[in-house]
């Protein structure tokens, strides 16, 4: 099955602790996205990168660190800089960076800091 | 500054009827929009992308249009169900055409 995996799907977190929540794609797209998701709010980019070895600050990176070694994966890790961190995390991927192709999700990763 | 306001407020509407929602835009030129359905606790799921340049889409049960001139667009589904109550949203490319910009959603409750 081709499809985009986020695991944990529950992740608890101590304050100080850093922690890295995994993204896995097979479906060999080259733009990947994390956004956060709070409460009744839209979903708010943290990086995203359109290539391997390639990625950007989205709107909210403060605190959040990511890597794109390898085409199908995109981790993202949550640091002890991140003032707020608790929320429900996605990951996305698009065959092209930006809005001219629909964004496949996965199931999403719920933080939650103790 | 770029907003994209949809609303806030849910649409309960009755099995059989239309549902109409609404996506705003302002401050922006965008050259595509999308809409995704969100069910409670998971990633959202794309349904259509509409073109600058296309006045309407349809899919099915839902239609799609898109008005630059008013900034907005109006996400239909006709003869609705149950199984249709979600969140949905809309979103936008931005500026610089590498990112997309989701507005908040808007839920929908369809009641049997």
């Known amino acids: 099955d081709g499809g985009i995996t986020q695991s944990p799907k529950y992740l608890f977190r101590k304050e100080g602790q850093n922690v890295t929540l995994s993204c896995e794609q097979n479906l060999n797209h080259d733009a990947m996205y994390w956004y956060r998701q709070d409460p009744g709010q839209g979903l708010r980019l943290i990086y995203y990168?359109?290539?391997?070895?390639?990625?950007q600050k989205g709107d909210i990176a403060e605190g959040y660190s990511v890597s794109r070694e390898k085409k199908e994966s995109f981790p993202l890790t949550v640091t002890s800089a991140q003032k707020n961190p608790t929320a429900f995390y996605l990951c996305a991927s698009s065959p092209r960076p930006g809005g001219r192709d629909e964004q496949f999700f996965g199931p999403g990763t719920r933080l939650t800091v103790l | 500054s770029q907003k994209i306001e949809q609303n806030s407020e849910a649409l309960n509407i009755q099995e059989g009827k239309t549902a109409t929602l609404t996506c705003n835009y302002t401050?922006?030129?965008?050259?595509?929009l999308q809409w995704y359905r969100q069910d409670p606790g998971r990633g959202p799921v794309f349904l259509l992308l509409?073109?600058?340049?296309?006045k309407e889409k349809r899919k099915e049960r839902l239609k799609v249009t898109f008005d630059t001139t008013l900034k907005q667009s109006l996400f239909h589904i006709t003869a609705s169900q149950p199984a249709d109550s979600a969140t949905y949203l809309c979103a936008l490319d931005a500026t610089g055409g590498f990112k997309t910009i989701f507005g908040a959603g808007t839920r929908l409750f369809v009641k049997a």
């Open positions: 990168s359109q290539i391997v070895n390639d990625f």
């Open positions: 509409i073109r600058e340049n296309e």
């Open positions: 401050n922006y030129s965008p050259a595509y």
